[in-house]
């Protein structure tokens, strides 16, 4: 059982029109097991506290705190929150020319685990993973997202969550560009990362409809950069019924 | 107007460039030349002279069954058949080295000849080697640049009617090395040649080849290959020029540069003749740059004059490392120094591939693996 918990959090970006703060103190706790939707129109700040806590260096914390399970996780390089747990499936992967993905995976697989995996449990269990998300095979011998669809691209951030297997997940708009089979495939294959490993997720979006296959326990609702409401997952059908409006006015 | 300025004036076409076999023929570069315009003129200096006469670079060859190694002299008449030179220093080499080095290749040749220049110390020196294919022969020869020297060279490459030619020139120098080469290239009806520039070591490096066809049916791919630090200027110019009907070129050129300083200039020459109807021709430079401060400049011209061509293209890209791939792997736990090999690795792996010469990739990988160490204990990495 573990704890992701984010105090008062504040970050900044810089932008040629100079500093722009973006999280005004947000404050969310996720714990094992858990999934909370984070949920806001475009601009709110939803992508900038995915990208701070993975630790993004063009975000500045000016203030607040994240820790897991008490360690801090501000102090941690990229690689070490990775290691240490953390996961960010990017609503934008980068291209890594000549870098197949089967190799991408294992290097990624054996630094999170600070060993390599055994080989041929290895390889099994990333055919079976890649199966599962409806990937071709081919798919290992290609350069990391390069030329990739859109859809493609999410399967294999999902591929990679489902074989890290972080404590911790955060999701930023993995379901935007999807049709519905791929939204299907890619839910699908998160259920099972948060079941398997028991992983707590922060599922970022800006519509409902990846909530009706990727049930949250938890609706955050994310305005000018702070938490604006929260509730069940009722508040998600609230919000699909009568949209941000409400709270873009209180903003 | 004095000779030195007319030089300056840009060319009509890449046609009416000067070749000649006397140095004389070449005034003494200043550096504002079209061909001169990117290189440091002042360590190359001694090998402008009319002539060098320093003995610091000794060929030894290591000749597989099959191939034939002779030292001749500019009487033979197999010397020169590469064509004449076609800038001063190159002028020197001819004129300075009394003898050439002939590996001739018979037959189907399996094994690898390797040709070694080792440099024992910075007396100029010039040196001649003639690798020559005999009609329908196969065969693979590595040219071995390894030591200290001040060195102008000629290379010339000749593959007869069929023959299918790999020379690699595999420049390891040492750091305080400047070698200036002309690499002349003479493909005959149906020859294949596979020309490979890895350029890894020295002070300053220019190597220049000069390829030429002279029957339908020839077809170059000429791969380059070079990782350049603090400190290092690595130079490569080609020229391709395609006079007769049906031939085929594909250059492709790759170069990663880290460290201040770090210099690589990469220009790549290619004229379709009104007569090589049916050319089919590409070229690319794709430049990676690991840390601030280094510089990569990449020119391709292509100069077409006649439009019954199968193709014609060219491409060139200068990319950083960057902050962003470095993000998406670091999130994946992949440290920093790990994330640059990943990418450097997979930068170079499709030319790698290309190369094909077991024994040359493994010294190449070998040599990016201790380049990346040693950036990894450097400051100025991108981060």
Same mark, same amino acid.
């Given at each position: 059982?573990?704890?992701?918990?984010?105090?008062?959090?504040?970050?900044?970006?810089?932008?040629?029109?100079?500093?722009?703060?973006?999280?005004?103190?947000?404050?969310?706790?996720?714990?094992?097991?858990?999934?909370?939707?984070?949920?806001?129109?475009?601009?709110?700040?939803?992508?900038?506290?995915?990208?701070?806590?993975?630790?993004?260096?063009?975000?500045?914390?000016?203030?607040?705190?994240?820790?897991?399970?008490?360690?801090?996780?501000?102090?941690?390089?990229?690689?070490?929150?990775?290691?240490?747990?953390?996961?960010?499936?990017?609503?934008?992967?980068?291209?890594?020319?000549?870098?197949?993905?089967?190799?991408?995976?294992?290097?990624?697989?054996?630094?999170?685990?600070?060993?390599?995996?055994?080989?041929?449990?290895?390889?099994?269990?990333?055919?079976?993973?890649?199966?599962?998300?409806?990937?071709?095979?081919?798919?290992?011998?290609?350069?990391?997202?390069?030329?990739?669809?859109?859809?493609?691209?999410?399967?294999?951030?999902?591929?990679?969550?489902?074989?890290?297997?972080?404590?911790?997940?955060?999701?930023?708009?993995?379901?935007?560009?999807?049709?519905?089979?791929?939204?299907?495939?890619?839910?699908?294959?998160?259920?099972?990362?948060?079941?398997?490993?028991?992983?707590?997720?922060?599922?970022?979006?800006?519509?409902?409809?990846?909530?009706?296959?990727?049930?949250?326990?938890?609706?955050?609702?994310?305005?000018?950069?702070?938490?604006?409401?929260?509730?069940?997952?009722?508040?998600?059908?609230?919000?699909?019924?009568?949209?941000?409006?409400?709270?873009?006015?209180?903003? | 107007?004095?000779?030195?300025?007319?030089?300056?004036?840009?060319?009509?076409?890449?046609? *009416?460039?000067?070749?000649?076999?006397?140095?004389?023929?070449?005034?003494?570069? &200043?550096?504002?030349?079209?061909?001169?315009?990117?290189?440091?003129?002042?360590?190359?200096?001694?090998?402008?002279?009319?002539?060098?006469?320093?003995?610091?670079?000794?060929?030894?060859?290591?000749?597989?069954?099959?191939?034939?190694?002779?030292?001749?002299?500019?009487?033979?008449?197999?010397?020169?058949?590469?064509?004449?030179?076609?800038?001063? *220093?190159?002028?020197?080499?001819?004129? +300075?080295?009394?003898?050439?080095?002939? =590996?001739?290749?018979?037959?189907?040749?399996?094994?690898?000849? &390797?040709?070694?220049?080792?440099?024992?110390?910075?007396?100029?020196?010039?040196?001649? $080697? $003639?690798?020559?294919?005999?009609?329908?022969? @196969?065969?693979?020869?590595?040219?071995?640049?390894?030591?200290?020297?001040?060195?102008?060279?000629?290379?010339? =490459?000749?593959?007869?009617?069929?023959?299918?030619?790999?020379?690699?020139?595999?420049?390891?120098?040492?750091?305080?090395?400047?070698?200036?080469?002309?690499?002349?290239?003479?493909?005959?009806?149906?020859? /294949?040649?596979?020309?490979?520039?890895?350029?890894?070591?020295?002070? $300053?490096?220019? =190597?220049?080849?000069?390829?030429?066809?002279?029957?339908?049916?020839?077809?170059? %791919?000429?791969?380059?290959? @070079?990782?350049?630090?603090?400190?290092?200027?690595?130079?490569?110019?080609?020229?391709?020029?395609?006079?007769?009907?049906?031939?085929? +070129?594909?250059?492709?050129?790759?170069?990663?540069?880290?460290?201040?300083?770090?210099? +690589?200039?990469?220009?790549?020459?290619?004229?379709?003749?009104?007569?090589?109807?049916? &050319?089919?021709?590409?070229?690319?430079?794709?430049?990676?740059?690991? %840390?601030?401060?280094?510089?990569?400049?990449?020119?391709?011209?292509?100069?077409?004059?006649?439009?019954?061509?199968?193709?014609?293209?060219?491409?060139?890209? %200068?990319?950083?490392?960057?902050?962003?791939?470095?993000?998406? $792997?670091? /999130?994946?736990? =992949?440290?920093?120094?790990?994330?640059?090999?990943?990418?450097?690795?997979?930068?170079?792996?499709?030319?790698? *591939?290309?190369?094909?010469?077991?024994?040359? %990739?493994?010294?190449?990988?070998?040599?990016?693996?201790?380049?990346?160490?040693?950036?990894?204990?450097?400051?100025?990495?991108?981060?």
């Amino acid at each position: 059982m573990s704890t992701l918990e984010i105090c008062d959090l504040h970050v900044s970006v810089d932008t040629r029109e100079g500093t722009k703060q973006i999280l005004r103190g947000v404050d969310l706790t996720v714990a094992s097991g858990q999934t909370h939707a984070i949920m806001g129109p475009n601009g709110s700040g939803k992508s900038t506290l995915a990208y701070s806590v993975a630790g993004h260096p063009k975000f500045h914390v000016t203030g607040g705190s994240v820790t897991m399970d008490g360690e801090d996780v501000l102090a941690m390089s990229v690689d070490e929150r990775a290691r240490a747990g953390l996961f960010l499936a990017m609503q934008y992967p980068v291209e890594v020319p000549g870098v197949s993905v089967s190799n991408f995976l294992r290097t990624a697989k054996t630094a999170v685990d600070g060993k390599a995996p055994p080989l041929r449990a290895w390889v099994k269990d990333m055919k079976a993973t890649m199966a599962e998300l409806r990937m071709d095979p081919a798919f290992a011998e290609r350069s990391v997202n390069e030329g990739f669809s859109g859809g493609e691209k999410k399967r294999h951030e999902i591929l990679q969550m489902e074989l890290l297997r972080p404590r911790f997940a955060i999701l930023d708009e993995t379901d935007s560009g999807l049709d519905v089979d791929a939204l299907r495939i890619v839910s699908e294959g998160i259920n099972r990362a948060r079941e398997t490993n028991n992983a707590g997720v922060l599922l970022i979006t800006h519509y409902t409809r990846i909530l009706r296959y990727v049930r949250p326990d938890f609706v955050h609702v994310f305005v000018a950069g702070r938490i604006a409401e929260e509730g069940g997952p009722e508040l998600a059908d609230q919000l699909e019924d009568e949209g941000y409006d409400r709270f873009e006015q209180v903003a | 107007m004095t000779p030195t300025e007319l030089a300056v004036v840009p060319e009509a076409s890449r046609a *009416a460039r000067r070749t000649s076999f006397d140095p004389a023929d070449f005034p003494v570069p &200043t550096g504002r030349e079209e061909e001169w315009r990117f290189t440091p003129m002042e360590p190359l200096a001694p090998l402008f002279a009319d002539q060098v006469d320093g003995h610091d670079v000794v060929v030894d060859v290591m000749a597989a069954p099959g191939v034939e190694v002779s030292q001749v002299g500019h009487d033979d008449p197999r010397v020169g058949a590469g064509g004449a030179p076609g800038d001063r *220093a190159a002028a020197v080499a001819w004129v +300075s080295a009394d003898e050439a080095t002939v =590996i001739a290749v018979r037959g189907t040749v399996p094994d690898v000849t &390797t040709v070694t220049l080792r440099g024992h110390g910075r007396a100029p020196s010039a040196a001649h $080697l $003639l690798v020559w294919a005999e009609p329908g022969a @196969s065969g693979t020869v590595v040219l071995d640049h390894t030591g200290t020297a001040v060195l102008t060279e000629t290379v010339e =490459i000749v593959a007869e009617q069929g023959s299918d030619l790999t020379v690699v020139s595999l420049q390891t120098w040492r750091d305080d090395t400047v070698h200036a080469a002309n690499h002349r290239l003479r493909l005959a009806d149906d020859a /294949s040649v596979k020309h490979v520039v890895v350029t890894l070591g020295g002070a $300053l490096v220019r =190597i220049a080849p000069d390829v030429q066809f002279t029957g339908p049916g020839g077809a170059v %791919t000429a791969l380059g290959l @070079s990782y350049g630090h603090a400190g290092q200027h690595l130079e490569h110019r080609l020229f391709v020029d395609h006079a007769v009907p049906r031939c085929r +070129s594909q250059v492709t050129y790759k170069g990663a540069l880290q460290g201040d300083g770090a210099h +690589s200039v990469w220009v790549g020459d290619v004229l379709i003749r009104a007569a090589a109807e049916g &050319t089919d021709t590409y070229e690319q430079n794709r430049n990676l740059l690991l %840390t601030e401060g280094a510089r990569a400049d990449s020119v391709p011209n292509l100069e077409i004059e006649t439009g019954l061509i199968e193709g014609a293209g060219h491409a060139s890209a %200068t990319g950083r490392f960057d902050d962003e791939q470095l993000f998406y $792997l670091r /999130s994946r736990g =992949i440290d920093e120094t790990e994330a640059r090999r990943l990418v450097v690795r997979g930068f170079f792996a499709e030319l790698l *591939a290309q190369v094909g010469v077991a024994e040359v %990739t493994d010294r190449i990988m070998a040599h990016v693996d201790a380049e990346l160490a040693r950036l990894a204990t450097q400051p100025g990495a991108v981060s």
